[in-house]
Nanobody, 131 residues
Framework: QVQLVESGGGSVQAGGSLRLSCAAS????????MGWFRRLPGKEREAVAG????????????FVKGRFNISQDDTRSAARNTVYLSVSELQVEDSGMYYC????????????????????WGQGTQVTASS
């Protein structure tokens, strides 16, 4: 059973940084498409970044503008992995719930979609930037 557990969220001053973690277990193969998504207040959930755990390709939403970086654990195995999202220059408008997701069966071909019915989801971690 796939399990995704996010951590690392919190409250920071605008301009600050956070590192979000997603501990994944129950993955079937080392080739998985994993991603970070967020839901801002009053908005639909949107993709932020994706990573192919096999090939290492990364994908980002246009609004990221170099402020976010997705990476994975160097000691990962086929069944377990930790994916990180480093976020810097946080703005008040970035405040919301951040979610990790995984799609089995191969690496990402593009940025994962929030409406992909094959995604497994974590419970989310709250990020708040204040001025």
């Amino acid at each position: 059973q796939v399990q995704l557990v996010e951590s690392g969220g919190g409250s920071v001053q605008a301009g600050g940084s956070l590192r979000l973690s997603c501990a994944a277990s129950g993955l079937i193969t080392s080739h998985t498409c994993m991603g970070w998504f967020r839901r801002l207040p009053g908005k639909e959930r949107e993709a932020v970044a994706g990573i192919s755990t096999g090939a290492g390709n990364t994908f980002y939403a246009d609004f990221v503008k170099g402020r976010f970086n997705i990476s994975q654990d160097d000691t990962r195995s086929a069944a377990r992995n930790t994916v990180y999202l480093s976020v810097s220059e946080l703005q008040v408008e970035d405040s919301g719930m951040y979610y990790c997701a995984a799609r089995l069966g191969g690496d990402c071909a593009s940025l994962p979609s929030s409406v992909d019915v094959n995604l497994y989801w974590g419970q989310g971690t709250q990020v708040t930037a204040s001025s």
